[in-house]
């Protein structure tokens, strides 16, 4: 399921003119005025917008931003309910809960 929101994310994406290089292990990347180049294991690109999708590597990709970021761990879970029609977006909106227990999302069955 996650699968096709993360594909139809990158086809939306590239409706509106943005170029996706999946599988690139990236080197590095330089940011020189209002250019970003990038160089990955395959060729190195210049852009004046990047998006990193890096996962768990992020920290790594964007170091720079070590100071002002923390990343958490966050675990999804997935359950077909045995009544789903008490899970539908009209009857169970959308939330999220922090606590001292964790921080917990809920999103409507689909």
Do not use: N
């Amino acid at each position: 399921m996650s699968e096709r929101c993360i594909a139809a994310h990158v086809q939306a994406a590239m409706a509106v003119g943005a170029a996706v290089h999946s599988q690139e292990h990236v080197i590095d990347w330089d940011v020189c005025g209002d250019q970003i180049s990038v160089r990955t294991h395959r060729a190195t690109y210049t852009t004046r917008r990047l998006v990193v999708t890096a996962g768990p590597w992020a920290g790594k990709v964007v170091g720079a931003l070590g100071p002002v970021v923390t990343p958490e761990r966050q675990v999804v879970m997935w359950l077909r309910p045995r009544r789903p029609e008490y899970f539908q977006a009209e009857t169970f909106p959308v939330f999220y809960l922090h606590g001292e227990e964790g921080s917990f999302l809920r999103l409507p069955a689909h």
